[in-house]
């Protein structure tokens, strides 16, 4: 059996940049409890765009697709899953609006993971949603031409649900008796869960961080998602974690590459929060649809759509931000390339 021991980080001496990575987002933490005050229109609009990413996202990591109208409609219950990626998309969906609902009711035990793990596979024909693994598994890296490559070899089925009830046993100790801070903790929690793999899937993992952080009053992935920032750096994701997990069976591996990544994700996601939120303030009290979008063009390197546009200018509606967009094209403050659906904009002045 493996066994889970968080206590010895008690008096453990990391890093200063893991240091300064909690101290940001301690600070960033702070901040967020105004903008929830002060921004509910905004943060209204930054949690539907953050629940369409995240499960775009999470799902594309194990190479789970649909198109963005269908992800659309099936985020808005405005369809039915037509394929078995669908139905899997469809289940994140569920699971990932029982996460923000209801957070405080979820605790970390090995029946609620299960029961949120046959949510995730609940309109599939897959027997083994809300059970342990039956069969052994391994995490593996998909490469663009198909090819997998073997990173790390977890626990066998029969050590599975032992260890899982070990590691959650571990965790609420250690929160309660607050053996190390919560930022660290919950990378730690993951790192191990990923190592155990109790149910074959990622997806779970992404979904249990959201748990966490929330329970533990980090918000920001209601409205910034975390998944898609984790997608994006997927290469990064996978060399902390192969950095991480090496000895671990034997009680020797180093897991704060692992937390440096997880730290540094949600760093990020809070300063793509901050912004987001803050460009209205940016433009001026007085500013307009014109204005914000303006201001929101200033701090783009390279080309934007207009959907990165709305998704960056939360308080401003789709009409509101192509008209912006066409007045900022009539007075030569932007410039627009191309047409239809490959529609995008850049600042006049980068191209001369």
């Known amino acids: 059996m493996h066994i889970f ?13 893991i240091l300064s990575y909690v101290s940001q987002i301690h600070e960033y933490r702070g901040k967020q409890e105004l903008y929830i005050r ?9 949690i539907e765009i953050a629940k369409i990413q995240s499960t775009e996202s999470s799902n594309k990591i194990e190479g789970i697709v649909t198109t963005k109208p269908r992800l659309r409609d099936l985020m808005n219950d405005k369809t039915t899953p037509h394929n078995r990626d669908e139905e899997e998309i469809l289940g994140h969906r569920n699971v990932l609006n029982l996460i ?44 663009p031409d198909g090819r997998k490559e073997t990173l790390f070899t977890p626990l066998e089925p029969y050590e599975t649900p032992e260890a899982v009830e070990g590691l959650c046993s571990e965790f609420n100790k250690a929160v309660e008796k607050e053996v190390v801070d919560p930022l660290i903790l919950i990378p730690l929690f993951i790192l191990d869960f990923l190592c155990i793999h109790p149910d074959g899937n990622g997806r779970m993992s992404r979904l249990l961080t959201l748990l966490l952080l929330y329970r ?7 409205y910034i998602s975390i998944e898609k920032a984790i997608a994006d750096t997927k290469d990064n994701y996978y060399a902390a974690l192969a950095a991480s997990d090496q000895g671990w069976h034997t009680y020797e591996n ?22 987001r ?33 709305l998704e960056h200018c939360p308080s401003l509606g789709s009409s509101s931000v192509e008209a912006a967009l066409k007045k900022l094209v009539e007075d030569g ?8 659906r490959k529609t995008h904009y850049v600042r006049a002045e980068s191209l001369h």
């Open 5 to 17: 021991d968080y206590s010895k980080y008690n008096d453990h001496t990391w890093d200063n940049e």
């Open 38 to 46: 002060q921004k509910p229109v905004e943060l209204t609009r930054l």
């Open 100 to 143: 923000h609902e209801n957070y405080a009711a979820i605790p970390i035990r090995p029946s609620y993971i299960l029961q949120l793990h046959g949510e995730l596979l609940k309109f599939t024909t897959f027997s083994y949603g809300g059970r342990f693994k039956t069969t052994a598994n391994e995490i593996a890296k998909t490469y």
């Open 216 to 222: 533990n009053g980090y918000m920001v992935g209601q």
């Open 254 to 275: 180093e897991p704060k590459y692992f937390i440096k990544y997880m730290l540094g994700v949600i760093l990020a996601c809070y300063k793509e929060f901050e912004k």
């Open 277 to 309: 939120i803050t460009i209205t303030e940016k433009a001026g009290v007085k500013s307009t649809a014109y204005d914000i979008v303006k201001e929101y063009s200033t701090l783009v390197i390279g080309t934007f759509t207009k959907r990165e546009a």
């Open 333 to 340: 403050t932007l410039k627009r390339l191309g047409s239809g």
